[in-house]
Structures are given as C-alpha cells and as structure tokens.
C-alpha cells in the first residue's frame, strides 16, 4: 500500500480505527493463514 | 449485554471501563493503554489479538496486586484464558508498570473513548518502549511510527537519553 493512503489511514479516528481492527480480527479468524508451500515442503521433510 | 458474552465488535470501551474501576476500588494507582492498540491511536489500523493495559501497582509487593485484580475483574465476569483477562471473548493482559512503562504511565496522553475517560501511552514513549525490546515486530513499528505518527523528536531523544536507548536500525 502507498504511504499515502497508510498515513491517511493513520489519521482516521482512534473509534474509526478501532472498529477497522475488529473486522481485520473477524476476517482472520474466518479466513486463517495457510501454511506456505515451503512451511509444508520443511514439514514433510522432517 | 452481558459482560461474558462475546461481541462482534473490539469491546475496547469496557477495557477502559473496567481499569478505571480498578482504580476506584484502589486496586491499581494510575493506567494507560500500551501495545499495539495504543500505537494505532498514532497509525494505520492492524490485527492485533489482545489488549495491554499497564498499571501502576497500589500493593508495591512482589504480585504487585495481581490475584486481587483477577478476583475483581472475575467477579465482573472476566475470564481467565492462561496469562489473560478475557472480556467479551477478547483478550486483555494487566501489566504492572516500571521503569520507562512506569513512566510511560505517569505521561500518557489522556483521551475519551466512546465517552470513556482513558490513558493511551504517549507516541514518543511507544517507540522508546519498542526500542527496549528490540523484536522484529518492535522494529517494524518504530518504522510505521516514524512514517506516520507526529512524533515530538526532542522528546523522543530525552527518553531514550533517560533510559540509555538507542533506535534501531532500520
């Protein structure tokens, strides 16, 4: 992202911000990270 | 709602809420928000997956008040998941403050968050803390902090003065 936009970002209000949080942890829990293909390649090989 | 039912938004004002009542019923001297939730007050929102609430102890013993903390916050309703708090399904961590917190304590920046009275470390103090830990993480935001935050540089450069600190390379 360009660092215009993340210090606009930056200048929202703290509530605004806070909410942004919420839906980024919402969005993490419905979509976890998957294991990169090397993580698994480095798995399988131990 | 109940305090122990999750919410579908950060229950941050209740955090607030309830660290004031730890200092009403004398539990706690003084508090302010720490971690990454007092650094997107400076910067760009991102996950964060629990809340750090530093406090200025009352008993200066070695629990520095902890169990009773606890037993308040429980009898609110709080649960306890290994080192946290948990209000509303969120994680909340009760740190006691010394040293640079302990300053950064005692200088936050006052603010009212949804009507809440409130303590947030200072932006200053944030990146000092940061410098003192020294993970990759602390570094990367000491970085957004100085891209993006209206830092007080001749305030910064005392603290890390005070508290023999150096930033990072970045």
């Known amino acids: 992202m360009k660092l215009e936009m993340r210090q606009k970002l930056a200048r929202e209000p703290f509530a605004e911000k806070i909410r942004k949080v919420g839906q980024l942890i919402r969005l993490a829990k419905t979509f976890p990270r998957r294991a990169s293909k090397s993580t698994l390649a480095r798995a399988s090989a131990k | ?170």
């Open chain 2, 1 to 170: 709602m109940p305090i122990d039912e999750p919410s579908s938004n950060l229950p941050l004002a209740d955090v607030l809420r309830a660290a004031n009542g730890l200092v009403a019923a004398k539990l706690i001297e003084d508090w302010a928000l720490g971690g990454a939730l007092a650094a997107i007050y400076y910067i760009e929102p991102f996950t964060t997956y629990d809340a750090d609430i530093f406090f200025i102890p009352a008993d200066k013993g070695l629990t520095a008040g902890i169990p009773a903390i606890y037993a308040h916050l429980q009898a609110q309703g709080w649960q306890v998941e290994r080192e946290h708090l948990v209000v509303r399904g969120f994680p909340v961590q009760f740190l006691a403050a010394s040293g640079l917190t302990g300053e950064a304590v005692r200088e936050a920046e006052r603010i009212e968050y949804e009507g809440v009275p409130a303590k947030i470390f200072s932006a200053e103090h944030i990146v000092a803390i940061a410098a003192s830990v020294g993970r990759p993480k602390d570094k990367a935001r000491i970085e957004q902090l100085l891209q993006q935050a209206d830092l007080d540089k001749t305030k910064l450069e005392k603290i890390l003065q005070r508290h023999k600190l150096k930033l990072p390379t970045l």
